[in-house]
């Protein structure tokens, strides 16, 4: 079983941290991640900048330097960054634009339009969104325009699952993340998203679990392997995430 972990922090102290929503993150720096994963074939994965580090860049490009060239970055970034800030994060192993609508910490959802197709024209970079997927329907005429989006977490309601599914039949990705945090059916969740797209599902630890009402833990991923066969579990567990941060 092999493992790109399309979702996980790195808190790093040494680096701004901001208060947000009255939480302060716990300390996580590359060293507890390896130590958490050690028995897992990690191969890859995606570094996720929180909302309780804003647009700091400096943690993020030390941890990929520490993580190597199979690893890339996912950021928040204000809108009036330049274009040579983007080519330069780019070209250091990022690469994907984060939006936290459930959180804050980011650059605001009424500039995802604009700042989407800015990034992928400019660097082909994905936009990831944290929000609510029953908060969809006021976005979804943009999203389904947009050329590369995923959304955290399953989209973290049960309510929201029908206009997820719909974005998903539409090539929007999905984070299969959080299974602790989420309000909904994991289950039955995973299986319908993977029948409308098997190339969606991206699996991801979600290290620490900030938040979470239950960390992650190891029966998240034999989850994966009960529900679908090899070939399939392979994909969320692997290939799907690989190829859509690797294009």
């Not at 996720?48 to 030390?62: A, T």
């Not at 960054?81 to 804050?104: C, M, P, S, Y």
């Not at 604009?114 to 082909?124: H, I, K, P, Q, S």
């Not at 999905?174 to 599902?201: C, H, M, Q, W």
Request: with cysteine; aromatic share 12%; glycine share 8%.
């Amino acid at each position: 079983m092999r493992i790109f972990d399309a979702h996980f922090h790195i808190i790093d102290f040494d680096f701004p941290i901001k208060e947000n929503q009255g939480y302060t993150p716990p300390n996580f720096i590359v060293e507890d991640y390896l130590n958490e994963t050690t028995e897992f074939n990690v191969l890859g994965g995606a570094i996720v900048s929180g909302s309780f580090q804003g647009f700091d860049q400096e943690y993020l490009l030390k941890a990929l330097t520490q993580m190597g060239p199979a690893f890339c970055g996912v950021t928040q970034l204000p809108f009036t960054v330049t274009d040579n800030e983007i080519i330069h994060l780019h070209n250091n192993g990022v690469r994907a634009l984060r939006f936290n609508i459930k959180r804050g910490g980011s650059e605001d959802l009424s500039k995802l339009d604009t700042f989407a197709r800015r990034v992928y024209d400019l660097v082909g970079w994905h936009s990831e969104l944290y929000m609510d997927a029953k908060e969809l329907p006021g976005i979804a005429l943009t999203i389904g325009e947009l050329p590369a989006i995923s959304i955290d977490h399953l989209g973290l309601s049960e309510e929201g699952l029908p206009h997820l599914l719909r974005l998903v039949e539409k090539g929007v990705h999905v984070k299969a993340t959080g299974f602790g945090r989420v309000e909904l059916d994991v289950k039955n969740t995973l299986k319908s998203i993977y029948e409308v797209n098997p190339d969606a599902l991206m699996f991801g630890t979600d290290l620490p679990s900030t938040r979470a009402k239950r960390p992650f833990e190891y029966a998240d991923i034999e989850l994966i392997q009960q529900l679908f066969d090899e070939q399939a579990a392979d994909k969320i567990l692997y290939k799907n995430a690989l190829q859509w941060y690797f294009k």
